[in-house]
């Protein structure tokens, strides 16, 4: 038995405590200094065992529909006690978040460290399995990435500066709490990112509905790292060029598969070739 | 060369030839007896494409965006004269839909033939491939079965009556046309769909996190079936411990893959298995 944690009720939305939480849908938009909001009982969950864990990522404060705190007495515990816990009622939630909030639990985080990819890939360990994201702009797929990184148990997710933020609500939510387990590093073209997993003796394979070889031929390599790039055109033939390409197989004469199964599958088939799973 | 496609210019919104395509976003909520919408270039392409093939699907007219006429001319070359191509303005397109067609380009088709799980399951080849849907009531989770079966070339979706429309607009617009492609039925329970499968000599296999052997390893067998069920509370305990399970090796202590992409791992290792890649 766990004692009920202590909350703190929020009563007028523009309380300046629970400020962080105002508005989130449309300041989702917006950089926000390394701060991130967390959604939903699974992701809650990642940010307790993160902050715990004590490593890149910190909760500041927790936002949650009254009703739901009964029931998450186990979550709560979880997180320090100085760690603050706000309720409101659901109309006030409302106010505050500036839509209707289906699930009722937020949590405010912020990324307390952040790695280039260099410092990143010096501290994987001598076998290793990285995922790089080449200019993926879209949050869903940012998230899927993560999330598939997180199954499969890939070491690190390495992105470049055009890739977007996987803190942005909703990558954070589609990677289901992945983006708070999987490190990454987002910085750098991808040619910059490509010569530094070169250099530390990666593998690496480029993911393509063109690959030369099918992805359930790849020979494992102690160090192995997947180049993904955006659904629709894919990745640069500069990079498929240089590069082993690996390929999905498919019945003849179709679109290719969506970009997260995807990876999933490519994932799935390196992380098993190297005893991973 | 082919020669333009005469178009009709639609100036007002309430032309009764395009009323099919008028406020289709709160209208996909309701019945459409059997007729649907389809959207952008790639599902028109496999719209064509079903109409010229004369089985279940028949294209009854087309709706684009003045601007999209030109660059469309081998798509609209697909299609029978006697499907009439109606072109408006971004704002009378608008108008039309009742929101904003950032693509532009829509067609409305109906479903000819509607086949039960039975008559479906007794035209299959020798060597078969079935994806079952259990109970799946989420448009983005029947619309990725579809993408998926079409990806690994499965010859049928078998779903129950509980399960959602394929032809929903958004369903259909997440299978990129696999709805178009792959023969479906969807009614009776799932007990009586399974029933049919075993009659007619079907391997079953149901896809769970909990499933007792690893999908990789499952042994080919000329007729097999994949049961999928819901992401959050997965299949009925009743059929988990009925038929054999597969489970997909995973990372431990992690939250489960996305239904999509289990479902795409899933199905590419069978069909791999059966020959079929």
Redesign the interface.
Known sequence: MTAPRHVIRIEDPDDPRIAAFRSIRERDLTGRENRFIAEGT?VLRMLAAAHARGGDFAAEKLLLLENRVAGLAEELAAFPPDVPVYVASASVLDAIAGFHLHRGVLALGHRQTVASPADLIDRLPASALVVMAAGISNHDNIG?IF??A????ADAVIMDATSCDPLYRKALRVS??GVL?VPYARSGSIEENLSLLLQRGFEVWALSPAGRAEV?TIAAAPRMALITGTEGSGLPSAILDRFNTAR????PG?????A??AT??AL?EIA?AQG??
């Open positions: 699974v899927s999330r598939n997180a199954a499969f148990g289901v709490g387990k359930r999905i197989a498919q019945a179709l679109d290719s598969l969506n997260a199964t999933g599958i799935y098993r991973r799973l």
